[in-house]
């Protein structure tokens, strides 16, 4: 189950572009999903930078203050990249990610680290899990919140599309505090959803969030979405992510030095909403990743599956992977989803790509997972 865990827990990552301002440079968007014909426009003007070596373990594990002197929060510029990860914000506004949201594998590995205390081994697996579906491996850059496309011009000009989120992939349905994707925005705060988040931590958790909490709001939000939304798709590995982003608040926002598993709303809301550190906050006494993502799924189980075309339509997907086909899910996200983003890549590009495969299975630590080559060996 620890393999497991190691996969879902950069959910936090996940999230599309919603600066505004001037056009963000081509060298850090996801290539992921463009024709050979918008590569073919794109790559002849990327600065080649071969993938890094990821950074080594933390040498100090315990809980310390991360709201510290050297780290103090700024409101993000016009032209800072900011998503829905309420984590990887808070990272980036108080300085352990570039403050403009454009940052390496080895970046976003050192700041989970350093700032959350993420465990290293799913700091690691999760980030190329991650940078497969939407960094720039020509580069070797990423931003938390944008995604390339081009536009219908002729010629054809960059363009924002989506976002660090493939839709359905890491980002997906379901969310505790974004509106699904059908809806039109699945990326701002939405404040009705934090209040049903409220609601539930009244009801459940005497005025907090804690696991109690996430088990019975995880199962609304998943009912909320059947009954609302005709797209709603709850597969892998987005049903794998829900869960994760369940646990995150429990595992993540709470100070390092409490010990009672029960996370302030006020301090829920300025990770959420404010991507902020509470003032004088600590971060976890030990290193941690989405511990407690089966059990959320076991107290309320629902199948992966999705509607098919109409609301309160959903129907289980027998293909699909869950917490029991771990293997599965690594199998699927490599042959179907980062195939299925880059079908026939050649040149640098497969290079890049395939030393990128080869860490995403490196940190996968499954003896009885064997790697698989989408391209062929």
């Given at each position: 189950m620890n393999h497991l865990l190691k996969f879902i827990s950069l959910a936090l990552i996940i999230t599309p572009f919603t600066g505004t301002g001037a056009m963000p440079s081509l060298h850090y968007r996801s290539l992921a999903g463009l024709s050979g014909q918008e590569l073919e426009l794109i790559l002849p003007r990327l600065e080649v930078a071969p993938p890094e070596n990821p950074p080594p373990a933390q040498s100090d594990t315990s809980a310390k203050l991360v709201d510290d002197a050297d780290h103090p929060w700024q409101a993000p510029g016009p032209d800072d990249m900011r998503g829905p990860c309420p984590g990887l914000n808070t990272l980036a506004s108080?300085?352990?990610?570039?403050?403009?949201?454009?940052?390496?594998?080895?970046?976003?590995?050192?700041?989970?680290?350093?700032?959350?205390?993420?465990?290293?081994?799913?700091?690691?697996?999760?980030?190329?899990?991650?940078?497969?579906?939407?960094?720039?491996?020509?580069?070797?850059?990423?931003?938390?919140?944008?995604?390339?496309?081009?536009?219908?011009?002729?010629?054809?000009q960059p363009a924002i599309v989506g976002g660090l989120n493939t839709h359905s992939v890491f980002e997906g349905d379901a969310s505790m505090t974004r509106a699904?994707?059908?809806?039109?925005?699945?990326?701002?705060?939405?404040?009705?959803?934090?209040?049903?988040?409220v609601d539930f931590s009244n009801r459940y958790g005497a005025g907090k969030y804690n696991m109690t909490v996430a088990a019975e709001l995880r199962f609304q939000r998943i009912q909320d979405s059947i009954a609302t939304n005709p797209e709603f798709s709850f597969v892998s590995p987005r049903f794998i992510t829900a869960y994760a982003e369940s646990t995150f608040p429990v595992n993540f926002f709470i100070d390092g030095r409490q010990t009672d598993g029960q996370l302030d709303l006020d301090d829920a809301l300025s990770f959420f909403r404010d991507m902020r550190f509470p003032s004088g906050f600590f971060r976890g006494p030990k290193p941690i990743g989405a511990e407690g993502s089966d059990e959320l799924a076991?107290?309320?189980?629902?199948?992966?599956?999705?509607?098919?075309?109409?609301?309160?339509?959903?129907?289980?997907?027998?293909?699909?992977?869950?917490?029991?086909?771990?293997?599965?899910?690594?199998?699927?996200?490599?042959?179907?989803?980062?195939?299925?983003?880059?079908?026939?890549?050649?040149?640098?590009?497969?290079?890049?790509?395939?030393?990128?495969?080869?860490?995403?299975?490196?940190?996968?630590?499954?003896?009885?997972?064997?790697?698989?080559?989408?391209?062929?060996?």
């Open positions: 108080h300085g352990y990610l570039p403050r403009s949201g454009i940052a390496t594998p080895a970046q976003i590995i050192n700041a989970t680290m350093l700032g959350f205390n993420m465990d290293e081994q799913t700091a690691k697996f999760v980030t190329y899990a991650a940078f497969l579906v939407d960094g720039n491996p020509i580069t070797n850059l990423m931003s938390i919140g944008g995604k390339s496309g081009l536009t219908g011009e002729d010629p054809p699904d994707a059908f809806f039109g925005d699945n990326h701002n705060f939405n404040q009705t959803l934090w209040e049903e988040f076991a107290a309320h189980p629902v199948a992966p599956g999705a509607n098919n075309g109409t609301v309160n339509s959903y129907t289980p997907d027998p293909t699909s992977a869950d917490f029991s086909k771990f293997c599965l899910l690594y199998v699927n996200f490599v042959n179907q989803t980062v195939k299925g983003l880059y079908p026939n890549p050649t040149g640098i590009l497969r290079e890049a790509l395939d030393r990128n495969l080869n860490f995403f299975h490196e940190f996968l630590n499954a003896p009885d997972c064997p790697q698989v080559f989408p391209w062929g060996q």
